[in-house]
Each structure stands twice: as structure tokens, then as C-alpha cells.
């Protein structure tokens, strides 16, 4: 089943003569759910034809993916490794939590040794450690993805007989984004960065998709509130406000972050009016409270 979409109203929207929905990614699921699930879709067709090798991947204390890989190797059978970025904390998040509780062995490396975690010597020293694995990039963000990703198109094609403009996402690793260039839509995206310092992610898009495509996607870089997973009081005011104006749960990581930039980008006259544009709610609510 497609997820749904749902319209927003608001005064802001009618005065900026845009009209937005959210495609319900987080209702997909109530743990591979969001761009988690059409992420690991086709991976995990790929891991079932050779479950006795565990499925290794690789994630900060708040990752979605590393969540959403734990519950798919509950729900598939298939064991799992989290290399995680940073120290082991004394209690653990309720994204750690859970993938411990549900089977998820869970190896913390320092960040200065995370950042080399694509060269050849560190997955073989992970190979020496823990045998043979199938590997799964950070954010679940390969070739198996993108077309898993590119279905959102095809479903908002339908639900909306295409008459919308714009997709706005948050954007950890470009793995999304880059799923829905491979499309080969004429629509235009907007991804939020969640991160900071994330220039790199255009570089991301381009090495997924193997070559540079077209000019219809930009990855905006100022709304990272200083950082993943930070917490200042303006975006988690925000948060409190949407929640009690639409009855759409967020969380500060990812779909808070982009829905903050996307009313503010509104507010400023970014979109020309009668823009339609459809913002993607990629889950990870298990990051509402830690």
C-alpha cells in the first residue's frame, strides 16, 4: 500500500498562495518505516538469498537506519552488527535501546576512526573481527535503494495525478534524494541538511547515481541548528507547535529540522506562489524523546 498524503492548512500557506502536503513515510511502518523501508527493500532481497552472513552497517547514536536494520533482521531472520560513531553511553537512547534489546550486536569506534569506515583496511580489521558480513553503507544509502526510493514518485504520481511541484526532505547521507533523481522526474527537490559541514552531500548524490544528473535538486545547508541530533529551544518550540496544529508527530533529528526550514523557507517567498509542494515524512520517531 502506498502511504498516504495528507494536506496542510494554515494562514501562512494561504498568504504565501502555496499549498503542501506530507506523504506519510512514517506511517509505513512502526519500525522499518519512512525512507528506511524503501531503502532496505531490495537489500534485504539480497541478504535473504544468503542469511547465514550477517548484515553489518554502520550509524550514530541516532540513527534511523541502524534502528530499522535491527527490527528487519527480527522481522527477517538474519543477524545484525551496528558499528557505531562515538563512546558507549551509561544508558542507552531509545534507537540503541532497541536494537540492542531486539539482537543487534553493537561495536562503539571512536570518530576519528567512524571517518574511515569505507577504506579497505577498516572493513577488513571489521572482516578479522567478526567473519564474513553482507555490508549495508551508512544511512543504507547504496545502489539497492534507489529504486525503492524512486517508487515515492511513482505513488505521488498517482495520489496526486502529478500536480505538485516540489519534494522537500530531510537529508542525512543523500540516499533518498539521490533515489528519487534516479526517477527522472522533471519535478524539483529541496533537501533539508540535517547535518553540519554537510557539503559533501552533493558529492554523496553524485556517486550513487554515477553520474552528475540534471539541475532539478538542491540541498540546502542552513537549517542544522548546529549540529545532528541537537536540540535548541526555537526548533523544539517549533516541533511542540506543529504537533498541536496538524496532529503529525516530528521528531529534532530529521523531519523536525525539515519541516522548520521548509515553513521558514515558505515565510520568506522561496516558492513562487501557487506552488504545490510535497514534503516527505521519513519517520524515525523513536528520536521524540531519549
Known amino acids: 500500500m502506498p502511504s498516504p498524503v495528507q494536506r496542510l492548512h494554515s494562514s501562512l500557506l494561504t498568504s504565501r498562495g502555496v499549498t503542501l502536503y506530507v506523504k506519510r513515510e512514517d506511517l ?8 528506511k523501508w524503501r531503502k532496505l527493500k531490495w537489500n534485504i532481497s539480497s541478504i535473504l538469498a544468503d542469511r ?4 553489518l552497517s554502520f550509524g550514530g547514536a541516532f540513527s534511523n537506519h ?7 533482521g527480527v522481522l527477517f531472520d538474519f543477524k545484525t552488527i551496528g558499528i557505531i560513531r562515538g563512546e558507549e553511553g551509561k544508558q542507552l537512547n ?14 562503539y569506534v571512536c570518530r576519528k576512526d567512524y571517518r574511515d569506515k569505507t577504506s579497505l583496511a577498516f572493513l577488513e580489521m571489521l572482516r578479522n573481527r567478526f567473519g564474513d558480513f553482507h555490508l549495508i553503507p551508512e544511512g543504507g544509502s547504496n545502489s539497492l535503494a534507489l529504486p525503492g526510493c524512486a517508487d515515492v514518485i511513482t505513488e505521488l504520481d498517482t495520489q496526486l495525478q502529478g500536480a505538485y511541484d516540489y519534494v522537500c526532505l530531510p537529508c542525512g547521507t543523500a540516499g533518498t534524494l539521490a533515489g528519487l533523481i534516479s526517477s527522472n522526474t522533471k519535478k524539483k527537490f529541496l533537501a533539508i541538511a540535517v547535518l553540519k559541514g554537510a557539503g559533501f552531500l552533493h558529492k554523496n548524490v553524485d556517486q550513487l547515481l554515477g553520474v552528475r544528473r540534471g539541475s532539478n535538486w538542491e540541498i540546502n545547508l542552513d537549517y542544522h541548528f548546529n549540529g545532528y541530533a541537537k536540540r535548541p529551544t526555537e526548533l523544539m518550540q517549533f516541533i511542540t507547535t506543529f504537533q498541536q496544529a496538524y496532529n503529525i508527530p516530528l521528531e529534532p533529528v530529521y523531519s523536525g529540522k525539515m519541516f522548520y526550514g521548509l515553513f521558514d523557507l515558505i515565510a520568506k517567498k522561496y516558492f513562487p506562489q501557487g506552488t504545490i509542494i510535497v514534503a516527505l515524512h521519513t519517520g524515525g520517531l523513536q528520536n521524540e524523546t531519549r
Request: aromatic share 6%.
Open 28 to 35: 509505513i511502518h512502526p519500525i522499518i518505516g519512512g525512507n
Open 66 to 72: 541502524i534502528y530499522a536494520l535491527a527490527g528487519a
Open 94 to 107: 531509545p534507537t540503541l535501546g532497541y536494537a540492542k534489546s531486539v539482537g543487534m550486536h553493537l561495536h
Open 52 to 55: 547465514n552472513k550477517p548484515v
